[in-house]
């Protein structure tokens, strides 16, 4: 996999995230269906966005680290506007910010669930989309009991 500053996929109009060097083990990742962040050697915790230096210390030492991918929703958002045509047989749609078991908070898409069924605190469990064939998404649905 490659960096890329591609925006948007031509064939479907959907906006692209711009892949940065420093994020590529993320998204190789994400294509093997493994979620990875970075933890910090100063500290010891595992932090997000993705960066060269830790939020919490500063410290300039991580390792890769493949995370549980088990979290509970933290907060959400239900979008009823579509701001680009691509969203627009999409809404109303769900974006929640998950915290992992592992202490960071990603802001992402709910899969299979009905977007008012997102409750603050609710279990779930991260979930692949492939949206592109170089580019899949790290989206999360319900955890299954
Ligand atoms: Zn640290």
Not at 3 to 31: C, H, N, Q
Not at 90 to 96: F, L, T
Not at 134 to 144: C, S, W
Request: charged share 25%; proline share 9%; with cysteine.
């Amino acid at each position: 996999m490659k960096p890329s500053t591609k925006m948007r996929d031509e064939a479907t109009g959907r906006y692209l995230p711009v892949i940065y060097p420093e994020e590529l083990p993320f998204w190789e990742g994400a294509k093997k269906r493994e979620l990875w962040l970075q933890r910090c050697c100063g500290c010891g915790k595992v932090f997000y966005p993705i960066g060269a230096a830790c939020p919490h210390c500063f410290s300039m030492k991580f390792a890769w680290e493949r995370m549980s991918g088990k979290g509970t929703i933290h907060n959400w958002v239900i979008y009823h506007k579509a701001w680009t045509p691509w969203f627009e047989d999409k809404v109303p749609y769900a974006v929640v910010q998950v915290e992992l078991e592992e202490g960071p908070r990603l802001t992402t898409n709910l899969l299979d669930c009905k977007p008012h069924d997102a409750k603050i605190g609710m279990p779930v469990e991260v979930a692949y989309e492939d949206i592109t064939d170089e580019i899949t998404l790290v989206q999360f649905r319900p955890a299954k009991p």
